[in-house]
């Protein structure tokens, strides 16, 4: 009986139905249709999550943009106006069409004697030859080679004396200085000057100290602003002014002005007013374009 038993029990196994071979294995993949579908629904989720994050991200570097314009605009605007702060009183021309800023740079200045009953020797001559030289008065100056000394700068550049006019004109008030490079100096050699006009002779006798003109020449065309230097006194405004050193303080340039207004305080100051638009293009935001406004007081008195 046990032996029948167990072949009954065999028999039955063997009649059971077997399922059909590769079924389970198909159960646990993905059909085609369903990877397609789950492409297309992550393709619309990455399309709608990319919305979110393109424009701040073009925001950022479109800021980005216009605060480098606005530093590079803020930067040449307060370099022309630390040397139009500098400037030898009355010496800041700008040329008819707006382009173009000059000026002649002072860095030191100092008193003369002109009392009666001062030696000659001290005194500086004018209407005449001075060919002993001058004491200043009070401590001495610093005075580099190739330096000028300036007397007596009233009203408007050319209305009495032109300090860009030459040395040897009886309307220049500008001689060199013909000595060493030295600290304090005291005494001043004017063996070589031209005669300085009597009427450049004025209170509160007092003289400055200056370098070779400055020029600044925006050219709209080729977009830049440039520093002109080492080009020597003219007296007539070049713009651009030829020879020396040039630098370019700006690139991008679509518009520049310059204006000076000679009277703007009465007769103590002027007023040098520089506008400056910069434009960049930017692969995210296109063109951004800055503009700056800036104006200075410079000092007319003598």
Known sequence: MPRFKHYLRAKHLRQLPVPPRGLGAAQLGFS?????????????????V?????RPVQGYLSTVARGELVDATDNALSRMGRDVRHALP??????????????????AGG???????????????????DTDGFEVMGPGVDLRYGQHLVFHTPGKVGAEFNAYA????????????????????????TSNWAVLPEAARAAPFRFWVV????????????GTLTRFTHYGFNTSQISPPSGGRSAILATGVTDCRFSYTASAVAA?????SMALSLSATTPSSGAETVSLYHSVYVDKLP
């Open 50 to 54: 990319g919305s979110f994050i393109v």
């Open 211 to 222: 370098d070779p003109p400055v020029s600044y020449h925006c050219d709209v065309l080729a």
């Open 268 to 272: 103590r100051a002027g007023l040098v």
């Open 111 to 129: 008193w003369y004697f002109q009392d009666a009953a001062t030696n000659s020797a001290r005194r500086l001559s004018f209407g005449g030859l």
């Open 32 to 48: 085609l249709i369903e990877l397609v579908i789950v492409i297309v629904i992550l393709g619309v989720l990455s399309a709608i």
């Open 166 to 189: 030459a040395t040897d004109s009886v309307a220049s008030n500008r001689r060199p200085y013909i000595g060493a490079t030295a600290t304090s100096v005291n005494r001043i050699d």
């Open 90 to 107: 009355n010496s800041v021309r700008v040329a008819a069409n707006g382009l173009s800023l000059e000026l002649i740079p002072a860095t």
